[in-house]
């Protein structure tokens, strides 16, 4: 070790959720461990994405809430919404969470440095807010990923990410997002139900590509109903101001938008530019993230990377569970292999969607015989709200062995309930297993547990 070099036992590149989840856990079995950030402790998900995003969500059904409270008797003032305050409230308790998460990796024994940190060798990090060299026995990449604006386009400088929308300072009554995927619908949603007009524009046939294919029409529908205008076929093409507005051009028929704001989505590529991988010899994979085995170990078996950067389940949790998976199998004595199989995730959408397994046609492709049991109603509490609105809930059933293989809902309450439903997917329930279970009434959910008829029976015949 050279002069004035530090040594730990594990280096952690970036203080998100794996990271941290890493750092903290690795520290209990008694490794000495340094964690640098370059930005704000708790990365992407607690600063610039789930937890302040969900914050927004809930703000942003408060309106539909009051109309609704009227069918139940209530006679309100017309209420009126400051963004400046909502931004100010969620700005605090972000601030108070990532507190919180750098007192706990202090509690933990953690050392954290607020640099970037970039690699000198397979074994040797250079933080580059000090110059300092930190010698690590084992290195965790875990930097995330950051927005992608996709390929430049003129105006471009103009789009904002969902990196900025967090600290608008004006709310926009008019915004064109771009974008088909969990991130372009939220936000999409959120302003729809905050008050603006909303233009969703995404070049496919259809949003949520991936998702199964009734959830994804079912979503367009009601965010429709909602306001939304959704633009589907379509790319942007150019942003041109217009005094304090853009005037948005859509490849489509020579359509223009306009609005206060523009927001792309387009996915996160992973955060591997500026960490002089190249010098440790860690090698990447063909979509450009790090290139991982079943234990998060890179081409350098002592480098690890989780979460977001090696591009496998892009979620927070399942970055959290790699994160404390590498800590038990590296220092915990414990080998131990992340499951990505039956991954429950939700949209928060309006209404949100909460899903696990496979899309029908997934389903479709792998079983010969596939039951759909499907049921779409409108909800009691929209009944005398006098809300048009309905939810739905698809259950795909392998007829041979009766397991359950996918599970998608689509209304209020959907992500808390397929949480609960993950659990009984992932220990292999079986239609016959839902149908033992009693109903709890008068819910939604209980709809689970009553479809009796299958809405489909799709029979392949067996190869010749
Ligand atoms: P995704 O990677 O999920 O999707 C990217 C979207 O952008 C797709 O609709 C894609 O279209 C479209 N797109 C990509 N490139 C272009 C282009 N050049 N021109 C036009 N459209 C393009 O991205 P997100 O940004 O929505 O989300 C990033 C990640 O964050 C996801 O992996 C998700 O897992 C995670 N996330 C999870 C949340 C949750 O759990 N609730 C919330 C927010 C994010 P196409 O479908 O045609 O490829």
Not at 34 to 42: L, N, P, S, T
Not at 93 to 112: D, F, P, Q, W
Not at 264 to 281: Q, S
Not at 308 to 314: A, E, Y
């Amino acid at each position: 070790m050279a002069k004035g070099e530090r040594e730990v036992d594990l280096f952690v590149i970036g203080a998100g959720s794996g990271g941290v989840r890493a750092a903290r856990i690795a520290a209990g079995y008694g490794a000495r461990v340094m964690i640098a950030e370059e930005h704000r402790v708790g990365g992407t998900c607690v600063i610039r994405g789930c937890v302040p995003k969900k914050l927004l969500v809930y703000a942003s059904r408060f309106p539909h809430e009051f109309e609704d409270a009227e069918g139940y008797g209530f006679s309100l003032a017309t209420p009126t919404f400051d963004w400046g305050t909502l931004i100010s409230n969620k700005d605090k308790e972000i601030a108070r969470l990532e507190a919180a998460y750098a007192t706990n990796l202090e509690k933990s024994g953690v050392a954290l440095v607020k640099s970037r940190a970039v690699f000198e060798d397979a074994h040797t990090v250079r933080l580059v807010a000090t110059g300092e060299r930190v010698r690590a026995a084992n290195i965790l990449i875990a930097t995330g990923a950051s927005p992608s604006l996709g390929p430049p386009i003129p105006g471009i400088e103009h789009v904002i990410s969902s990196n900025e929308v967090f600290y608008l300072r004006e709310f926009p009554r008019r915004i064109l997002i771009q974008g088909g995927s969990y991130i372009a619908v939220e936000f999409a949603c959120i302003f729809a139900g905050l008050g603006a007009q909303v233009s969703l524009v995404y070049r496919g046939d259809n949003i949520l590509r991936g998702f199964d294919d009734d959830l994804r029409h079912q979503v367009r529908v009601e965010m429709e109903k909602r306001g939304v205008h959704v633009i589907t076929g379509s790319t942007v093409t150019a942003v041109e101001p217009m005094g304090k507005q853009f005037s948005v051009q859509l490849s489509s028929g020579g359509l223009t938008v306009t609005a206060d704001q523009v927001m792309f989505a387009l996915g996160r590529p992973p955060n591997v530019a500026g960490l002089e991988l190249d010098k440790a010899g860690v090698a990447l994979d063909g979509n450009g993230a790090i290139a991982v085995n079943e234990y998060s170990r890179t081409s350098v078996p002592h480098i690890y990377a989780v979460g977001d950067v090696t591009n496998r389940i892009n979620l927070t949790p399942v970055a959290i569970r790699e994160g404390h998976a590498f800590a038990d199998t590296v220092f915990g004595g414990k080998p131990t292999k992340v499951d990505h199989t039956n991954v429950p995730t939700a949209v928060f959408s309006e209404p949100e969607i909460g899903t696990i397994g496979l899309t029908q046609a997934q389903a479709a492709a792998q079983y010969a015989k596939l039951d759909v049991y499907k049921t779409m109603f409108r909800p009691m509490k929209a009944t005398v709200a006098g809300r048009d609105t309905t939810m739905f809930f698809k259950l795909l059933v392998d007829a041979a062995s009766d397991r359950i293989v996918g599970c998608h809902i689509l209304g209020e309450g959907a992500a808390e309930m397929i949480q609960l439903v993950g659990i009984a997917i992932k220990m292999g329930a079986t239609k016959a297993d839902f149908d033992a279970t009693m109903a709890v009434h008068p819910t939604a959910a209980e709809e689970l547990v009553t479809m009796r008829q299958p809405a489909e029976q799709l029979r392949r015949e067996a190869a010749e």
